[in-house]
């Protein structure tokens, strides 16, 4: 089967039901995407699939067949240099302990790109499935605000 | 060229850019070619005798590798305080609380071990378990500080007043989002490498000398980065470090032990619950007479730092107040739950929940304001603590009181029938660093490398858990050479390259690592200017402690710790009437940290330690069924989400400690003292109820509401 991961073509040949998370991790080394509780739960295993937030620990592979799917290691922009969101992160003091993080990015990247403006209720609702046990929340929903145009 | 002083700047985090693109290794991340799987067979008895461990003969076991207590070769004991908590539970021998470590197994993948797990029969004689504190008879510790007399029979005195109340606090698990994890590596020599998620290296290190006989160099203990702490990761790790490590040595290849969530809740240290009563005598005036406090925690099914945890408890207990005669007995005892851990506050905030609460009570029953009771009460410079300790410098207690009245809106009182909203606030000290001698009896030790490319390199085992060790220490050393911040260096947390700094705990790594640090570096700059001392050489700073400081572990007299820090936290919350759901919308929280050496980091400390606390105020509850938790998983056991947590402002006061690096106080932990009261007497301000017990539950609410 085929799907994209970060714009790039994947051809993956092993069960359909193995979780998309492993297969990230395991299989094509997308070690940005973490394991917070298995369950769907925590958000750290956020990934985009078709621009929609979605715990990758709860999605079978097979079900991505034809998808396209972001991870934390697909943000960056093109030359690697770090995207506006990215920089903000490290600016506001929005990472700490950082296995959050790249759950937290997707989810706010998402945000961003169908709310050009957020408030602050609308960025806590849109990053109410990721959760972070360092920063309060506080300084990451400033981080996001700070990239509304 | 001297390059501008990076202190009080808020510089990006060192390990930022890794973080924010994926590229940052969490133990997890790494690949290990060869690795198998481990995993950790426990308990399902709180208490008994293992009757026998069967491995079912039908089952292949030439794909698995098995590690009994047989297998240790070494002392069957998790290295810390007491040899009392084993590796793991022999046949024959007890075992003292649910999810305790019994088997361990390994094979190539994930399936096979599942299979080999269900093919495992362990029998008990089982006998009955001590769950509640006032049933417990096996005490691991008890403390007991006086100052002045005590006022034994007080209801005789003339126009004084005596307010009696007795607190509960409940379980609370750290939840750091990476869960536990050690990968541990065989190396030529019967050398073992664990690469894991901790705090505390050199803990991990000892731990797995004494379990596994290694020697010094045998024995190499490296951080990953490192998915949180909170304390969760003091001790733990050297658990799960053995655990692996003996996989290791009898698979001969790497082992992986990577907890999941549910195991992690299951099995993992909590912070203590206990009980605390007080007994205080005030004058009609106000004036304070003398607090009696008696403090009960529970262990838990093994020691682990309970005693230094109820050490802390204790010596806050008073809270942030100067009284002539104080009477505070603590004792620590052995029950049939999992043990009870490290967890940021380490006691504190379990004896400064009740001592906050006290000052309400004492003002509710003399018709005062408790705001002017905490003045009239507060400890100022001068003054002296329950331990005798004589405050001599960096007292911010009215600094933080008045920096948070002023920085607080208008209260809005509720225009919703079923809504009402409410006021509460708080005075909190915590002593910042170890305990008395702990710091001298560690000796802790950095190094600061100055090498022939120019760069500096930092050599020290304190970790970065995501409060900024990386950041804070190079802000430091780059200061005090006069150099810019891409010149300095750090060299990975890895016992067999740093020395030991001490762990990274009790709010002491800005504030005593880092003096050393800046010490070092100050010398190094020295010696290049006047020596012209030719890179690459090296700098070694040890601590020691200053002699102005005493502190006798007998009697709990002098000097505590070497500073306090002060907070003040004022908690808004909105109550709703007929589901008993208490909201915290707002809080404010002043701080004397003596010096933001970054204040981004500083602020994110506050704010991420103030929702930990709003957590345990609130909806974060382990109710036990037989021994065990029945919130064993993130579905249950909930923690503030975004849509939670309140609204935060942080206000930093800088007022200058003379031993901190620029002044600094350690602050780790301070934020994790001061909302669960405030929040308590905010329900109060809303609704008229007192709750004695956190978490505020909504059932808890609601059952005060009525019974009103």
């Not at chain 1, 297969?23 to 995407?33: F, K, N, P, Q, S």
């Not at chain 2, 001297?2 to 973080?19: D, L, N």
């Not at chain 2, 989002?177 to 050398?191: D, K, M, S, T």
């Not at chain 2, 306090?564 to 208490?582: L, N």
Request: with cysteine; proline share 5%.
């Amino acid at each position: 089967m085929h799907f994209t991961l970060n714009g790039r073509t994947v051809t993956f040949e092993g069960s359909g039901a193995r979780r998309l998370l492993d297969v990230l991790r395991e299989d094509l080394g997308a070690t940005g995407t973490k394991e917070g509780c298995g369950e769907g739960e925590c958000g750290a295993c956020s990934v985009l699939v078709d621009g929609e937030v979605v715990d990758s620990c709860l999605v079978a592979v097979g079900q991505v067949e034809g998808r396209d799917v972001v991870s934390v290691e697909g943000l960056a922009l093109q030359d690697g240099t770090l995207s506006r969101l990215q920089q903000a992160f490290i600016e506001y003091g929005a990472a700490q302990c950082g296995i959050c993080t790249p759950g937290m990015l997707l989810a706010a990247h998402v945000l961003l790109e169908g709310t050009r403006r957020p408030t602050d209720a609308q960025v806590r609702e849109a990053l109410a499935g990721n959760l972070c046990r360092c920063t309060g929340y506080t300084k990451i929903i400033e981080a996001v605000m700070s990239c509304g145009t | 060229m001297v390059s501008p002083s990076p202190i009080g700047q808020s510089v990006p985090r060192r390990e930022g850019a890794a973080k924010v693109t994926g590229a940052a290794r969490y133990t997890d991340d790494l690949v290990i070619p060869q690795a198998w799987y481990g995993k950790t067979v426990r308990s399902t008895v709180a208490r008994g005798r293992i009757r026998s461990i069967s491995l079912d003969s039908g089952f292949d076991w030439g794909r698995v590798v098995v590690v009994t207590a047989d297998d240790i070769p070494g002392e069957n004991v998790v290295h810390l305080i007491r040899d009392d908590q084993p590796v793991l539970a022999r046949e024959g021998g007890e075992v003292r609380h649910k999810e305790e470590p019994i088997l361990l197994l390994a094979a190539a993948d994930r399936v096979t071990l599942d299979e080999a797990a269900r093919h495992i029969r362990i029998e008990y004689d089982s006998a009955k378990p001590v769950f509640e504190l006032d049933e417990a008879t096996e005490v691991y510790s008890t403390i007991e500080i006086s100052k002045g007399e005590v006022l034994e029979d007080l209801k005789d005195l003339k126009d004084v007043e005596v307010v009696e109340r007795s607190f509960k606090v409940g379980l609370q698990e750290q939840l750091y989002i990476e869960p536990q994890g050690a990968i541990a590596i065989p190396e030529p020599g019967g050398a073992i490498r664990i690469i894991g998620s901790l705090q505390c290296p050199y803990y991990v290190h000892r731990a797995l000398k004494r379990a596994l006989k290694l020697t010094d160099a045998q024995a190499i203990v490296v951080q990953a980065e490192t998915g949180g702490g909170f304390g969760g990761k003091e001790e733990y790790p050297s658990m799960v470090a053995i655990h692996a490590a003996l996989l290791a040595r009898k698979a001969g290849r790497p082992v992986r032990l990577i907890y999941d969530r549910h195991e992690d809740l299951a099995a993992t240290t909590k912070r203590h619950p206990g009980v605390i009563r007080h007994r205080t005598a005030v004058k009609q005036d106000g004036t304070l007479l003398s607090q009696d406090i008696e403090i009960v925690l529970d262990g838990g099914g093994y020691c682990t730092l309970t005693p230094v945890v109820l050490s802390r408890a204790a010596i806050h207990a008073g809270g942030a107040y100067s009284c002539p005669n104080v009477r505070i007995r603590a004792r620590a005892v052995a029950t049939n739950t999992p043990p009870n851990g490290a967890f940021r506050g380490f006691g504190a905030p379990q004896s400064l929940f009740a001592a906050e609460l006290m000052v309400e009570h004492v003002a509710e029953r003399l018709g005062v304001s408790s705001v002017d009771l905490r003045r009239k009460w507060m400890l100022r410079l001068g003054d002296t603590t329950a331990t005798g300790q004589v405050l001599t410098e960096s007292v911010g207690s009215e600094l933080v009181l008045d920096a948070a009245l002023k920085a607080v809106s208008t209260f809005q009182p509720s225009n919703l029938p079923t809504v009402r909203r409410g006021r509460g606030l708080s005075l909190v000290l915590h002593g910042s660093g170890f305990t008395g001698s702990g710091e001298k009896k560690l000796g802790g030790t950095i190094g600061l490398e100055a090498l022939a490319d120019g760069t500096f390199r930092i050599l020290t085992a304190s970790t970065e858990i995501g409060q900024g060790t990386k950041t804070i220490l190079c802000q430091l050393a780059a200061d005090a050479l006069g150099v810019e911040m891409d010149k300095v260096v750090l060299a990975p947390q890895d016992t067999s390259l740093v020395p030991d700094s001490g762990p990274t705990v009790a709010s002491r790594t800005a504030m005593i690592v880092g003096r050393l640090v800046q010490e070092a570096a100050i010398e190094i700059k020295d010696r290049l200017k006047r020596e012209k001392a030719p890179p690459p050489f090296r700098v070694q700073k040890s601590y020691i402690q200053p002699d102005s400081l005493r502190w006798d572990e007998t009697t709990y007299k002098g000097d505590a710790y070497p500073i306090y820090a002060w907070a003040c936290t004022i908690a808004d919350v909105e109550v709703d009437m007929t589901t008993g759901e208490v909201r915290v919308t707002d809080l404010v929280t002043a701080v004397d940290c003596g010096k933001a050496l970054h204040p981004v980091m500083a602020e994110g400390q506050i704010e991420g330690g103030s929702l930990q606390a709003v957590g345990w105020a609130t909806i974060e509850e382990i109710k036990m069924k037989d021994g065990g938790y029945q919130n064993d998983r993130l579905a249950t056991y909930l923690i503030p989400t975004a849509l939670d947590a309140p609204r935060m402002r942080t206000i930093l006061v800088e007022n200058p400690y003379s031993r901190g690096p620029f002044g600094a106080k350690g602050i780790g932990e301070l934020p994790m003292d001061g909302p669960a009261p405030a929040i308590i007497a905010a329900i109060h301000d809303a609704t008229g109820v007192w709750l004695d017990e956190i978490p505020a539950t909504p059932e808890k609410v609601l059952a005060a509401c009525i019974s009103r």
